[in-house]
Nanobody, 129 residues
Framework: QLQLVESGGGSVQPGGSLRLSCAASGFTLDYYTIGWFRQAPGKEREGISC????????YYADSVKGRFTISRDNARNTLYLQMNSLKPEDTAVYYC??????????????????????WGRGTQVTVSS
């Protein structure tokens, strides 16, 4: 069974940091484009950062560029999102997703111009003073 499980969410004050993890099981991330998405209440889900295992390319949404960093631990088969300088508008449920890298470029994945087959259940991030 192909599964992604997110962790690391929580509550933090503005300006703080969190690191999210997305552990994959049932498949290896070596052959996938993988990404982070978020959905705030009343808003559509948006792609914020994606990484291609095929060519190592990355994509960041303008809203997180310079503050968030995506990375992958091959040995742990885990994707990370380091989030710094958090803002109240970063409050959302954060999801990770994976799609075959031959199908999904980082742009196609993060802009969700293609269907994505594998999703985690999400982890809540709340930024508030």
């Amino acid at each position: 069974q192909l599964q992604l499980v997110e962790s690391g969410g929580g509550s933090v004050q503005p300006g703080g940091s969190l690191r999210l993890s997305c552990a994959a099981s049932g498949f290896t991330l070596d052959y996938y484009t993988i990404g982070w998405f978020r959905q705030a209440p009343g808003k559509e889900r948006e792609g914020i950062s994606c990484y291609s295992s095929g060519d190592g390319s990355t994509y960041y949404a303008d809203s997180v560029k310079g503050r968030f960093t995506i990375s992958r631990d091959n040995a742990r088969n885990t994707l990370y999102l380091q989030m710094n300088s958090l803002k109240p508008e970063d409050t959302a449920v954060y999801y990770c997703a994976a799609e075959n890298w031959r199908i999904a470029s980082v742009q196609a994945m993060c802009l969700m111009t293609i269907p994505l087959d594998i999703w985690g259940r999400g982890t809540q991030v709340t930024v508030s003073s």
